[in-house]
């Protein structure tokens, strides 16, 4: 069975930092592009970033450049998202996500909630 | 960036209907689009890739044609399962972007 699971979700002030992983489990993960997905309270959903099989190349949506790396450890089957400089903006559930063009997204975990706010 | 619009925003079906949704792309992206349901506070669920391939354990009562700027997502009779939001996605180019949504609702 294809599992996805998300942590690291939580509340945190503006401008501050939190790390996202995602662990995986069921399929050949170093074979799969991973994604971060997210949804604001009530809204649709966004692409975030995303990471090919070995790590060699990341693709950002433009919000959240410089502020947010993705990063991946095959032997430990995760991905990470570092999020620094955070804004309210920010808040969402997020989603970690396998596929690409060829697939789309075939896999999704259960979502992590970030909340910022003071 | 490509933008996506999908129409209806919201649409109030019953079961036994066929429904059909449209995306519109702002630009051409061959057959790379993907339809994805969703349903209130769960992760969404692929149903189509490449425009029109459907995804292994979906019912084949979902379909997608299209190419180039313009696909549809049919649901040949719809079932009380259905009901839920409907997201389309491009995958041709970055930033991959999503639809807006479309609501299904029970009518």
């Known amino acids: 069975e294809v599992r996805l699971v998300e942590s690291g979700g939580g509340l945190v002030q503006p401008g501050g930092s939190l790390r996202l992983s995602c662990a995986a489990s069921g399929f050949t993960f170093s074979s799969y592009w991973m994604n971060w997905v997210r949804q604001a309270p009530g809204k649709g959903l966004e692409w975030v970033a995303n990471?090919?099989?070995?790590?060699?190349?990341?693709h950002y949506v433009d919000s959240v450049k410089g502020r947010f790396t993705i990063s991946r450890d095959n032997a430990e089957s995760s991905i990470y998202l570092q999020m620094n400089s955070l804004r309210a903006e920010d808040t969402a559930v997020f989603y970690c996500?396998?596929?690409?063009?060829?697939?789309?997204?075939?896999?999704w975990g259960q979502g992590a909630l970030v909340t910022v706010s003071s | 960036d490509i933008q996506l619009t999908q129409s209806p925003s919201f649409l109030s079906a019953s079961v036994g209907d066929r429904v059909t949704i449209t995306c519109r792309a702002s630009q051409g992206i061959r057959s790379y689009l993907a339809w994805y349901q969703q349903k209130p506070g769960k992760a969404p669920k692929l149903l189509i890739y490449v425009a029109s391939t459907l995804q292994s354990g979906v019912p084949s009562r979902f379909s997608g044609s299209g190419s180039g700027t313009e696909f549809t997502l049919t649901i040949s009779s719809l079932q009380p399962e259905d009901f839920a939001t409907y997201y389309c996605?491009?995958?041709?180019?970055?930033?991959?972007?999503f639809g807006g949504g479309t609501k299904v609702e029970i009518k």
């Open positions: 996605q491009q995958l041709n180019s970055y930033p991959l972007t």
């Open positions: 990471i090919n099989q070995d790590g060699s190349e990341k």
């Open positions: 996500a396998s596929g690409g063009s060829q697939s789309g997204f075939a896999y």
